[in-house]
């Protein structure tokens, strides 16, 4: 009886705590709601909140994952189809997470994975049972990034709490500490003096014209390989020269991070076994500036995949103790690479202090030319040098098209020229001219709709990082082109191969499966355009709610989300407003140029915090 009447007690302490507790969480959020506005924060302030999230780690059970496996794109039954339902809220350590770069997966499914070929560095998917089903939550202190132009110079620390680069690399002026930012003078390891100075170097000795490498816009498209926190590739842009600045998630942790941050296009991958995903002939000049990569092993195929990558005529900037040591170990590589390039048919174009730079053929003369037995051989002809998803490297030379061959180059036109004019492989796809024009106009009147509709939330500098999920003939992209933002543009790997026409355009951009996460940190981008990529992925039988919730990692607090589908999938994102904690811009509505029964739905995400975080900032 006694034990009877002191189980009572515990049980009415008990509920006692949990009245209280449960009244300090409900002061907790009428006092930071009271203070919200349009940039304020939801909290969240329980830790069951955050049962799934530690679930992927393997410490709870996983029966909860695989519901949403099951979720199909309609209407569940309740009050207008509308269904309130509820995420949890990832763990904090989770707030850097890229499901398919993630080191703990790797670990975790005990992968066996071979170090020395960069695998761990390449992309390993969570199976559907294994993915988070979870929002993402920013660091603590999280404020809404720093508006271009500034941003290529400085960001807020709280955004991005690094900061080992900068000691790391406070002799080569990578980044500063200062306050609550992060200063970024322009400096790499090649280039501690400056970006602006190397590359007007490199155009003085390619002998272009006022040492600009835009070279009368004749180069346009470059690839930065190994770029640390893409500075290279953020002072080109001033020259009209967009790159693709790539780094693997390795040791540098988080320079892509920083890239993105600071407004610059950026993508994380890396050089390993399998192929960059960008089709061929994609970049008039490639760099790379003490990438450490070893470019000999396996027979030269990363320095192949490269050149698989490179137009005709292209450029190679190797900048690298090899270039100009003169100790035994640096001479053998250097006579080793001079030997690798000579039977690629490159030659130096310039060779100067500690940068030579080589330069493609023009056609395929040379290839012909060489002797019969010559390494590295030529691709087999059946060899699809744009399939590039998943498509492993091979240690062979891509020769030209028979077009690429005959005119001796691509054919392109210079920028900004070469953004509306018909590049010739539009012929590989059958399209005409008068398509491609067709194509161009009509994009250009969705996106002056889409600004229209925009109008009331955004001003000249609120966006800068845009993604075009599905980018076709890279068109909305090109309809942008007076406004200051940069356009990722995806093509999924399904669809047509249109990549490399947005390539010959003067655009960059990216293969990608909409069934599996991208490849970048969460928090990157201010836009995202998702035009019938929701309708594509049912047909593959993928799930609508994963890909809301990889959407709402990669967008920005304060950022937008524009969709363009049927209606059953309008009907379907509107259903998880409130629990992705996002909120409609205006009324789903049909345009003057719909495609069947295309309908145009624009959110914006919601800044919210936890309550973890907003206590750790106090």
Avoid at 210 to 235: E, H, K, W
Avoid at 452 to 466: P, Q
Wanted: with cysteine.
């Amino acid at each position: 009886m006694m034990r009877g009447r002191s189980d009572g007690a515990q049980k009415k302490r008990l509920l006692t705590s949990v009245a209280v507790v449960a009244i300090f969480v409900v002061v907790l959020y009428f006092y930071f709601g009271s203070k919200s506005n349009g940039e304020s924060a939801l909290e969240y302030g329980s830790r069951s909140l955050r049962k799934l999230g530690s679930s992927y780690l393997g410490g709870d059970d996983d029966s909860d994952l695989s519901s949403k496996q099951d979720e199909k794109f309609g209407l569940e039954d309740g009050e207008d189809g509308i269904v309130s339902k509820s995420f949890p809220v990832c763990d904090d350590r989770h707030s850097e997470l890229i499901p398919c770069l993630d080191r703990h997966l790797i670990y975790q499914m005990r992968l066996k994975l071979d170090l020395t070929l960069m695998e761990h560095y390449e992309r390993h998917c969570p199976l559907p049972e294994r993915r988070f089903n979870c929002l993402i939550p920013p660091p603590a202190g999280y404020k809404v990034p720093i508006k271009w132009p500034r941003s290529r110079d400085e960001v807020w620390k709280a955004n991005i709490p690094h900061t080992h680069l900068a000691h790391e690399k406070s002799d080569q002026n990578w980044m500063v500490v200062k306050g609550e930012k992060i200063i970024f003078p322009g400096g790499g390891t090649h280039f501690h003096y400056g970006a602006d100075k190397y590359i007007a170097l490199i155009a003085n000795m390619l002998k272009f014209p006022n040492n600009n490498l835009n070279n009368g816009g004749r180069i346009r498209t470059v690839f930065d390989v190994g770029c640390g926190v893409a500075s290279f590739g953020g002072y080109l842009l001033s020259s009209d020269i967009i790159a693709m600045s790539l780094a693997p998630n390795d040791v540098h942790q988080n320079q892509i991070q920083f890239a993105l941050e600071r407004g610059i296009p950026a993508y994380l991958g890396v050089l390993g076994t399998k192929r960059l995903p960008y089709p061929s002939r994609s970049f008039e000049f490639a760099h790379c500036s003490r990438c450490r990569i070893d470019w000999l092993q396996r027979d030269g195929i990363l320095l192949l995949e490269l050149d698989r990558v490179l137009r005709p005529g292209g450029y190679f900037a190797y900048s690298s103790p090899e270039a100009y040591a003169q100790d035994e170990e640096d001479l053998r590589i250097w006579k080793q690479m001079s030997t690798l390039v000579e039977r690629m048919c490159w030659k130096i174009a310039e060779k100067k202090n500690q940068t030579v730079i080589w330069v493609k053929p023009l056609n395929n003369d040379c290839y012909m030319e060489r002797p019969a037995g010559t390494q590295p051989p030529l691709c087999q002809s059946n060899d699809d040098p744009d399939a590039v998803w998943g498509v492993n490297m091979e240690a062979c030379i891509t020769p030209y098209s028979d077009h690429d061959h005959k005119v001796g180059g691509s054919g392109l036109a210079p920028w900004p020229a070469r953004l509306s004019t018909p590049p010739p492989r539009l012929a590989d796809f059958g399209y005409s001219s008068e398509m491609f024009e067709k194509d161009v106009e009509l994009w250009q009147r969705r996106v002056e709709y889409y600004w229209n509709i925009l109008s009331s939330k955004i001003s000249s500098d609120t966006l800068r990082n845009i993604m075009d999920m599905k980018a076709n003939l890279g068109s909305f992209a090109a309809a942008l082109k007076d406004k200051d933002v940069w356009v990722m543009n995806v093509v999924p790997k399904d669809g047509p191969n249109t990549l490399k026409i947005v390539y010959d355009r003067g655009l960059i951009g990216t293969t990608h499966d909409w069934c599996e996460a991208f490849s970048t940190y969460p928090r990157t981008y201010d836009l995202l355009h998702a035009w019938n990529v929701f309708s594509d992925i049912e047909k593959k039988g993928c799930s609508g709610e994963d890909l809301l919730l990889e959407i709402d990692r990669i967008v920005r607090p304060s950022g937008f989300v524009i969709f363009r589908d049927k209606q059953h999938v309008i009907d379907f994102v509107k259903k998880y407003l409130s629990p992705l904690h996002w909120e409609a811009v205006a009324d789903p509505t049909p345009d003057q140029d719909q495609e069947g029964d295309e309908i145009v739905f624009i959110i914006q995400k919601k800044l919210w915090l936890t309550i973890e975080s907003i206590r750790d900032t106090e």
